[in-house]
C-alpha cells in the first residue's frame, strides 16, 4: 500500500521550504528540472519514501503556467510526499512547520 500526502504553503519558496526540510529532517534535497514540473526539489528517505518541493504554478504547453494541483489555485508550493504504509509517518514534524499546511491524503 502507498500514502500520498500534499502539503501546500504561501509563505516559502519552493527552494526556502526545501532548505527548512533539510535541516529539520535531515535530509538532502537535489534540484531537478524538468520540461512538464519547472525546478524543483527531490529527497529519497532510507525508508524509500520520496520528498518533492516543488511550485505549484509548472509550465504549460501554450507559454503561460498551469497549476499543478488546481484544487488548490491559492497555494504556490507544494510538497508531496509519497511513503509505504509501513514507513514512519513524517506527520509530527511536519505539522511544526510554520505555514504548512496539509491539503490532502490517498492510500492506494
Excluded at 533539510?22 to 531537478?32: E, G, I, N, P, S
Excluded at 509548472?58 to 510526499?81: F, K, N, R
Aim: cysteine-free; hydrophobic content about 35%; proline content about 4%.
Amino acid at each position: 500500500m502507498t500514502v500520498s500526502d500534499t502539503y501546500g504553503t504561501n509563505t516559502y519558496t519552493a527552494k526556502e521550504l526545501a532548505d527548512l526540510l533539510a535541516d529539520r529532517l535531515d535530509v538532502t534535497f537535489a534540484q531537478r528540472e524538468s520540461d512538464y514540473l519547472g525546478v524543483y526539489f527531490l529527497a529519497t528517505l532510507v525508508d524509500t519514501t520520496r520528498l518533492q518541493v516543488q511550485p505549484n504554478a509548472i509550465p504549460g504547453d501554450d507559454g503561460e503556467d498551469d497549476l499543478y494541483d488546481d484544487e488548490h489555485p491559492d497555494v504556490s508550493v507544494l510538497l508531496l510526499i509519497t511513503s509505504s504504509a509501513a514507513a514512519e509517518p513524517l506527520n509530527d514534524e511536519l505539522s511544526a512547520v510554520e505555514s504548512l499546511t496539509r491539503l490532502r491524503s490517498t492510500r492506494s
